[in-house]
């Protein structure tokens, strides 16, 4: 049958068919065939309980049957409500939330919620400054935000400049420095810029870690220590937790664990169990109180979706959060995490493999060609390609992001899945050495 969809990141050349998956069950995803894949990137890093989860779906239906969408243009509805008064009291210091369909819509909304409360407040302040190789999605906003040169390169010329500072990457910083000084090295350059520009409306940075830029986790209180310098300098801080948010990274909230209280976050992903489109972004008084005033003042935040809130989202994010206070998520997701951490030794001694980054549910592998020069391996390799079809032969579902491997499962997964799972990655990369 012949294919009329155009796949996300993908050389459409290099592919003859894509298989057809019909059913998801658990950790599990079932194609036409008859074929069982584990996700072992959750779909995409926002499944939290499996495929099917009797729970969620029943929360869905329920609600199909009263209210399947209602604006949220000078309307409300009974389950934004309730998932707004939910996400302010796991959130803390947060004060109200606007609510969104993806984590892109939900970065651009922080950009834009700080540009104009910077306006309300009749302060010029028009300037971003974010962390280099961070990614904050995939609109023209947040490629600005969050610019990865291997994704957005090509659209650079409509891109408003950002200022960016040295990410804290142990594995790739500049020769000369111990990790310790070049921690240091990145919290100075972002000061520096903060002196030298009195224009800047805010810092963007993902929370814990970076992901999609290259799986970079912070060291300890480098996030606390740039709250401290937005602060000092009367710049907003953003936090990005689409993708680290909601136990990906070992805590329920990360800015929490982190100690660094932002001025606007945004959650996705994971917010609705992975189940239906939905996205939050939260904002602290401060902010929320500078849009308040009359009509004519035109204050109001000048944003807005057409399924903002949407009743049945919102319903299934209320059950999923439910379910990890019954199931007690964050406890096991800490079992879990040091399941994947007993792996590291393993993997780190394969010859492709020249890093391997993790925290929570979440591993990042780097290969490469060379350890000792930590050279990439070319992109005429295909390695992208190969990974995916080789995971494939030992039922794993494995999405790399160009020369890493994304270890992102559901975050209930089991002791005997995660098992399987990390023994077939590495059976994957051992089988794929020598196209390399």
Same mark, same amino acid.
Request: charged share 20%; net charge positive; glycine share 6%.
């Given at each position: 049958?012949?294919?009329?969809?155009?796949?996300?990141?993908?050389?459409?050349?290099? @592919?003859?068919?894509?298989?057809?998956?019909?059913?998801?069950?658990?950790?599990?995803?079932?194609?036409?065939?008859?074929?069982?894949?584990?996700?072992?990137?959750?779909?995409?890093?926002?499944?939290?309980?499996?495929?099917?989860?009797?729970?969620?779906?029943?929360?869905?239906?329920?609600?199909?049957?009263?209210?399947?969408?209602?604006?949220?243009?000078?309307?409300?509805?009974?389950?934004?409500?309730?998932?707004?008064?939910?996400?302010?009291?796991?959130?803390?210091?947060?004060?109200?939330?606007?609510?969104?369909?993806?984590?892109?819509? $939900?970065?651009?909304?922080?950009?834009?919620?700080?540009?104009?409360? @910077?306006?309300?407040?009749?302060?010029?302040? /028009?300037?971003?400054?974010?962390?280099?190789?961070?990614?904050?999605?995939? /609109?023209?906003?947040?490629?600005?935000?969050?610019?990865?040169?291997?994704?957005?390169?090509?659209?650079?010329?409509?891109?408003?400049?950002?200022?960016?500072?040295?990410?804290?990457?142990?594995?790739?910083?500049?020769?000369?420095?111990? +990790?310790?000084?070049?921690?240091?090295?990145?919290?100075?350059?972002?000061?520096?810029?903060?002196?030298?520009?009195?224009?800047?409306?805010?810092?963007?940075?993902?929370?814990? $870690?970076?992901?999609?830029?290259?799986?970079?986790?912070?060291?300890?209180?480098?996030?606390?220590?740039?709250?401290?310098?937005?602060?000092?300098?009367?710049?907003?801080?953003?936090?990005?937790?689409?993708?680290?948010?909601?136990?990906?990274?070992?805590?329920?909230?990360?800015?929490?664990?982190?100690?660094?209280?932002?001025?606007?976050?945004?959650?996705?992903?994971?917010?609705?169990?992975?189940?239906?489109?939905?996205? $939050?972004?939260?904002?602290?008084?401060?902010?929320?109180?500078?849009?308040?005033?009359? +009509?004519?003042?035109?204050?109001?935040?000048?944003?807005?979706?057409?399924?903002?809130?949407?009743?049945?989202?919102?319903?299934?994010?209320?059950?999923?959060?439910?379910?990890?206070?019954?199931?007690?998520?964050?406890?096991?997701?800490?079992?879990?995490?040091?399941?994947?951490?007993?792996?590291?030794?393993?993997?780190?001694?394969?010859?492709?493999?020249?890093?391997?980054?993790?925290?929570?549910?979440?591993?990042?592998? *780097?290969?490469?060609?060379?350890?000792?020069?930590?050279?990439?391996?070319?992109?005429?390799?295909?390695?992208?390609?190969?990974?995916?079809? *080789?995971?494939?032969?030992?039922?794993?579902?494995?999405?790399?992001?160009?020369?890493?491997?994304?270890?992102?499962?559901?975050?209930?997964?089991?002791?005997? *899945?995660?098992?399987?799972?990390?023994?077939?990655?590495?059976?994957?990369?051992?089988?794929?050495?020598?196209?390399?």
């Amino acid at each position: 049958m012949r294919s009329f969809v155009w796949h996300p990141y993908t050389q459409m050349g290099d @592919w003859k068919k894509f298989d057809v998956i019909s059913k998801g069950k658990g950790m599990w995803l079932y194609d036409t065939d008859g074929n069982s894949l584990m996700d072992s990137v959750a779909s995409m890093w926002c499944n939290v309980w499996g495929h099917s989860n009797k729970e969620l779906t029943k929360a869905m239906i329920k609600q199909t049957k009263t209210l399947q969408h209602s604006s949220l243009f000078n309307l409300t509805n009974d389950k934004a409500e309730s998932l707004a008064r939910e996400l302010i009291t796991l959130a803390p210091q947060m004060h109200k939330v606007f609510y969104s369909d993806d984590g892109s819509t $939900a970065m651009e909304i922080s950009a834009k919620m700080a540009l104009q409360y @910077w306006h309300n407040i009749d302060k010029k302040k /028009t300037k971003f400054v974010s962390l280099e190789n961070g990614y904050h999605g995939d /609109t023209i906003g947040t490629m600005s935000l969050g610019y990865v040169p291997l994704f957005f390169s090509k659209f650079k010329s409509v891109l408003f400049p950002v200022l960016r500072t040295p990410s804290p990457n142990r594995y790739r910083m500049p020769k000369g420095y111990s +990790y310790e000084d070049f921690q240091e090295h990145c919290i100075d350059s972002i000061e520096k810029i903060f002196v030298k520009n009195s224009d800047i409306a805010a810092f963007v940075m993902e929370s814990g $870690a970076q992901l999609a830029g290259g799986v970079v986790v912070y060291p300890k209180d480098f996030q606390k220590k740039v709250s401290k310098l937005c602060k000092k300098h009367d710049v907003l801080f953003i936090l990005d937790e689409i993708a680290t948010g909601f136990g990906r990274l070992g805590s329920m909230i990360e800015y929490q664990a982190q100690q660094s209280i932002p001025d606007i976050v945004s959650y996705g992903k994971m917010l609705s169990g992975g189940y239906l489109p939905l996205a $939050a972004t939260l904002a602290n008084k401060k902010v929320y109180d500078s849009f308040l005033g009359e +009509y004519k003042d035109m204050k109001h935040f000048f944003h807005g979706h057409t399924f903002t809130g949407n009743p049945l989202a919102c319903a299934t994010a209320l059950s999923n959060i439910s379910l990890y206070k019954k199931y007690n998520l964050i406890y096991k997701i800490k079992k879990r995490a040091a399941q994947m951490q007993s792996y590291i030794d393993t993997i780190s001694g394969l010859k492709l493999v020249g890093d391997v980054r993790h925290k929570g549910m979440m591993m990042g592998i *780097e290969l490469v060609t060379d350890k000792s020069k930590k050279t990439p391996i070319s992109p005429d390799k295909k390695i992208p390609q190969k990974i995916f079809t *080789e995971a494939k032969k030992h039922g794993i579902y494995q999405r790399t992001l160009g020369n890493i491997i994304m270890i992102v499962p559901p975050l209930a997964i089991s002791e005997q *899945e995660l098992d399987y799972m990390m023994r077939g990655i590495i059976k994957t990369i051992k089988n794929v050495t020598h196209l390399a």
